[in-house]
Each structure stands twice: as C-alpha cells, then as structure tokens.
C-alpha cells in the first residue's frame, strides 16, 4: 500500500509543476522538493496509521509537526537539512492552502531549527593561482589537460558555477569578451571574460579530438559526452593534495575566490553580486570571506572622516 493518497500525490505533483513553471526551479531542486515532502507526507501517514487525504493534512496540529521534526532529527537528518525539509513542506503548504481555502497556521508557525551557517573558504589568491598552474598536470593527455584547465579558468576568472561552464555549448565558442549565462531559477547574467579564460578555452578546441558541434557540449568527456562535474572535482581533489590545500578547495571555492579577491581589490560589493547572479545581496556578502582587518583598511583609506 502506498504511504502517500493519490490526492495527496497528485496535488505534490501540481505544486512541483507550479515550482518549475512560475520559479524556473531546476531539476535537481525539483527532486529534492519531492523528497522532502513525500517524506513529510509518508511520515504522516503512518502517524495516523492511514494515508492522508487532502482534508486530513488541512487538520495537521503543532505537536503533529513537532512529532515529525522529532522522528526526523532521530533519523540523523541534521539541523541544516531538517531546515531545507522544512522550508519545502512550508513551501508546499503555502501553495495547497491558497488552492484549498485553509489556514495553514500550524505548518508554517512552525519552527526552523538553528545551525550554524558554515561561511565559504576561498583559497588565498596565490593558492588559487598555484591551482591554476597545477591542474594540466594531472593528465597525462594534453587535450584532457587543456580541457581542465580551460574548466578551471572559467570558474575563477568568471565566477562561474561548475553547472554552469559545463552547460557551455559548442556555439558559446570562441568566447567573446563577455558571456550571457543563465544561472538558478532562469536568472541571467552578463560576465566578463578574462583574456585568460578566452586563451585557456582556444587552445583546449584546438587539442580536442571530437568534433566542434553548435548544439553539443563545449567540454566534452574522454569518449565525447558531455564532461561530468564529478571529473572536474576529481581533479581539484588531485590538485589540492598536490599543493597540501585543505579539503575545502573544490571547484565552487573557486567561486568564492572571485568574489572575494574582486572585493578585497576594491570591487563593488553590487556589483559583484551581479556578476555572480545572485538574487539576494545577503547571499553575495557570505561568498565574500573579507576579514575585518581588510574592511578596516578599507573605511581608514576611503571615509572622509576616518
């Protein structure tokens, strides 16, 4: 028998339907919001000991969703991923309540567990240069070498998600001095290209053996596919033990070393938010790992009245 009523699971559907349509969410924050709420939805039935239908989820108490949070918790789901199942069924909720006529209070009062934000740890910019210089050698093949450099450039001389350099067509290519990307949710962005990133990117197309194809994938996998994201994080594992960088140097710290090393330049903190595409600056001020120090420095040389 099925833990979740066919109503109940025909309205999950409408909702994640809804999500993509008017929010652009993408695929994999689509399975995720499935997940979530399936889960939510499966623990009530077997906390009522029958499948709930849309009536019944319109009566869910607060010691009801304390029950789930509680079983969840013990499940060893952590604070900061009960945070995001929460998020999802409220979000879930809020969409069923304005369809069904109810009041949602009980579901949405509830509250988020707290944690601990862990902030972002950009690599300093001689280590992100080191990197730079040491991926080609983790390949024994120029082109593949090529290849990850040209990855690797893009993502700190551009500020680029892995998602999105590898999202890069063949048509992308030669890159012009600035790039139209589009990022979470459908969100554009205009970025400049670094001279290096460009150079980086012309000499992997000439090394390349597959062919150069508009509507195929720019960087392309040792058998021609589109690259996995998982190769390019295997190499920076590969680098970073190289040069003895901690754990934390992955591909997206490299998105954070943009940001921060353009900030600790004297770059605008607005601007900067742009060209990483980010919806909220809030988001873009915890990418920017600038210490106190640096912002004093900052305000001693730049306030008229320091």
Known sequence: M??????????????????????????????????????????MTLHFGTPQGLGALQSISTADMRAWMAETRNSGTGARSLARKLSAVKSFYRWLAEREGFEPTAVLMARTPKFQKKLPRPLAADAAKAVLDTVEFQSGSDWVAARDVAVVTLLYGCGLRISEALGLQGKDAPIATVMR????????????????????????????????????????????????????????AKTRAQ??????????????????????????????????GHASLSTTQAYTAVDSAHLMDVYNRSHPKA
Not at 10 to 35: C, I, P, R, V
Not at 199 to 218: F, I, K, S
């Open 2 to 43: 099925s833990l979740i009523s066919p109503a109940c699971r025909d309205a999950l559907q409408n909702w994640l339907a809804s999500k993509k349509a008017l929010n652009g969410a993408a695929e994999n924050t689509l399975t995720a919001y499935n997940g979530d709420v399936s889960e939510f939805l499966s623990f």
């Open 181 to 236: 990307i589009v990022g979470k949710g459908g969100k554009e962005r205009i970025v400049p290209v670094i001279d290096a990133a460009r150079t980086a990117v012309d000499r992997y197309l000439a090394l390349c053996p597959h062919p150069h194809e508009a509507n195929g994938p720019l960087f392309r996998g040792v058998r021609g596919g589109a690259l996995n994201p998982r190769i390019i994080q295997g190499v920076m």
């Open 243 to 276: 040069l003895g960088l901690p754990a934390t140097a992955t591909p997206h710290a490299l998105r954070h070393s943009f940001a921060t090393h353009l900030l600790e330049a004297g770059g605008d903190l607005r601007s900067i938010q742009e060209l990483l």
